[in-house]
């Protein structure tokens, strides 16, 4: 092995040990938090737990509150995989699925499965956004990313003339952003006991029937 494959060989190892090391932080934060809380969390304590040094953790995320939008960051995605919400396949599908009808029902299972993962994340960080401008912040970035979310998707619904009249993209949008609430999948699922599978037939019908002619 010449010396040059060998430093491009052990640099892919480094990486490769990096982001596993930056996966376990990010999954024993998540447990962290939703267990003691926000405030309840140190970074010292999801270190130990991993077996790293707390410098290692700060270099990565910077600070607690970093840590906190990078669990926010992976519970929507589902991974640590580096391609944009917006390059994924479900991406793709939707936005080639010609029957506007079928396409608000894939993008219901989409949110759905996103939920499951997102919700009591999303709940924490919007309590303890309440008492922490630090975690103020990450709430912030957070609505406003879904918001940047939802006017894409509206708007791909307006340029394929898909939306009833009377709906412009902006109304799109914020009824979008009103049906991802997370109190709506707390209160239905988590609290009445709906099945996210019976919440998805209902989040699909009420979008059908408040977007589409």
Do not use: C
Not at 131 to 159: C, I, N, Y
Request: no cysteine; glycine share 6%.
């Amino acid at each position: 092995m010449s010396d040059d494959v060998k430093r491009r060989y052990d640099s892919s190892g480094r990486q490769e040990q990096a982001r596993r090391t930056r996966w376990a932080v990010v999954q024993t934060a998540r447990r962290r938090f939703l267990d003691h809380g926000y405030a309840g969390t140190t970074l010292a304590a999801v270190a130990e737990e991993v077996g790293v040094s707390v410098e290692t953790v700060y270099k990565m995320f910077a600070n607690k509150a970093g840590l906190l939008k990078a669990v926010v960051d992976a519970s929507v995605a589902g991974d640590d995989e580096p391609v944009p919400m917006a390059e994924r396949d479900f991406v793709r599908r939707i936005q080639e699925e010609r029957d506007p009808v079928r396409k608000l029902r894939l993008w219901s299972d989409h949110i759905v499965d996103v939920d499951r993962r997102t919700v009591a994340v999303e709940l924490l960080v919007r309590d303890a956004a309440a008492s922490d401008p630090a975690a103020a912040g990450v709430w912030e970035q957070m609505v406003t990313e879904k918001l940047t979310g939802m006017a894409m998707f509206a708007a791909h619904l307006d340029e394929g003339a898909h939306l009833r009249p009377g709906v412009a993209a902006y109304d799109a949008r914020d009824m979008l952003a009103a049906y991802l609430s997370p109190d709506l999948y707390q209160l239905l699922v988590n609290r009445q006991g709906w099945s996210p599978e019976r919440f998805g037939r209902w989040l699909s019908d009420a979008l059908v029937a408040a977007l589409l002619p």
